[in-house]
Structures are given as C-alpha cells and as structure tokens.
C-alpha cells in the first residue's frame, strides 16, 4: 500500500461514536420512561395507556438531548 490512509481497515468510521450516542439516548429514554409509565399503570389499573405516554416522553427526551449535544452550536 502507498500514500498514508488516514482511516484503517477494521478503524471505526467517523461519527460512528456519535451514532452510537444518540441510538442509546433514545433506547434508555424510551427504557427508562416507559418503564416509568408501566409502574403508574400497575398502580393506577390502567390498560397501557401511561406506558405508551411514558415511552413518547422518552423518545421526545431523546431527541431533546441528541439535537443539545449534537446540534450546532
């Protein structure tokens, strides 16, 4: 090989650790919100409708950070 490749086989591409941020944003808004809404419909006797509440707030909280944190500045 000639010439210096400033990306190696096997080297992460650019920006994949900002993926990889944002994809576990957005999993661990929707895990831990909708784990949330699940808890008050047990304790209220609801049929799901909290959880599916709390699962939409998490993935809006997950967007909210991806676009502080990633956005422009």
Not at 45 to 66: K, P, R
């Amino acid at each position: 090989m000639t010439g210096d490749h400033s990306q190696h086989q096997g080297d992460p591409t650019p920006g994949a650790g900002q993926a990889w941020a944002a994809l576990g944003y957005l999993i661990s808004g929707m895990a831990v919100w909708g784990f949330a809404g699940w808890l008050v419909d047990r304790w209220l006797g609801s049929d799901g409708i909290v959880t599916a509440v709390g699962i939409m707030v998490g993935v809006a909280g997950g967007i909210y950070l991806i676009m502080k944190r990633m956005g422009p500045s």
